[in-house]
């Protein structure tokens, strides 16, 4: 197979600009805010210690989703990531769905994170009018990507690099190597486990938001110098990042924090700093998550836009949205679309709702993920079709990432069963919706077209 480089999507207009770095800030940039907010509602759901399991269960769930992506993203004939594996592997109701999802996943972290800085803000300056800081804030950000993606990563990775530099200040500055002068007293832990079975599924959860967003590296794989070198590199790297800062995070916060006060905080990691007493990791930890959240919602436009002009390229919206700039090579047009849809959720200001409506999106998708590798591997098998990157451990990986995310799914509705029923009738409607009006534009067999071209004709199911 030729070198992506090459591909019949070069047609596009995107620049092959990014290399791995940049793919690193984007997976990380979209995830480490999952640090700074939004984990500990698995304290509150399931314990200190079920927190914990769930990070690495999770970690674990998204090592295998990394490898499933990478392979099949680095052979794509255009961009999209999961929503274009879709496309060529389930069909086009499956397509749309997914497109759908990761709009809305990404849409509702980018909202999560601005409300986060909001109330940061009003905290320390209770003066402070959130909104018009909410409205300018993500102007700015939108602004950044109408720019194009190079400018978008660029911003990314230093921001992300500061913010991870903040969680290890946290750390290092409660002497956690002396047990003797360490402010970090987790053996007073007595939140553990305290709802048991069903508490540790219900803290798993809420637990992948630690790492959700890590597989959104696949989204920019059209922009990418190398794809086979890009994408894997980056995104196991990112992976391991998150793991590492996500298990530093659950052990300062929770060494410093009352689990009761834990679960319930909007900013952890800037109440643990607080309860250190030392300014200057008061101010570290205060930028820190300014930081991310800002990166993090930075990325999220970016792979939003992505996904819903591809939804547009592909005649599943109205082709309105798949315009590129003519300078910048950017998705401005859905950047522009989908700007006010996140400044209606951040203005609600209910982040376990934003949250969870987020985290049901992306659980979805990665159920589907599993299903896209086994049709990809039944179509193309190893050999047919070259991958410079092969997930292991096939077909066990699959069913072991789906077992986990069907956890996280019964975790979350054991306190948000509503919210996912009213998730569900959503992506309901917008698939009837989508037979009703759309699906009538879409030539079949333009739409793999590019992968027949690539790929030849698949074996037989």
Known sequence: MAENNSKSNNNSGSKKVLGPVHVWALGVGIVLVGDFMGWNLGIKQGGSLASLIGLWVMGCMYAGQVMMVSEMSAVMPESGGQYTMAKYFLGPLAAFNVGLMQVFEYTMLAAGDVIVVGQLLNSVLPGVRVLPFTILTLLLLAFINYRGAEATLTLNFFITAVAFICIMILLFATSF???????????????????????????IGYSCWFCLGIEGTAMAADECRSQHRAIPFGAIAGLATLLISGTVTWFVCSGLI?????????????????ATGKLYVFVALFIGTIL????????????????????????????????EHPKYKSNYRAIIFLLPIALAFAMTGLLDQVVTFSIFSALMIYLLTCLMLYRFRKMYPVGKVKRVFTAPLFPLLPILVAIIVVCGLFGLHLNYGINLISGA??????SIWFLKRRAKFIDKDKFLDAGLREWGKPEEM
């Open 258 to 274: 009352p689990a009761d006060e834990l679960g319930d905080s909007v900013y952890p990691l800037y109440e643990a700093a607080l």
């Open 177 to 203: 190597w002396d047990p003797q002068t360490t402010l970090i007293r987790l053996k007073e832990l007595t939140n553990g486990l305290p709802y048991g079975k069903l508490g540790l599924m219900a803290a």
């Open 425 to 430: 009738v959503f992506y309901l409607l917008a």
């Open 292 to 323: 991310s959240c800002l990166a993090s919602a930075n990325g999220c436009i970016n792979d939003s836009s992505h996904a819903w002009a591809a939804l547009s390229r592909d005649k599943m919206l109205p082709d309105l949205f798949a315009k």
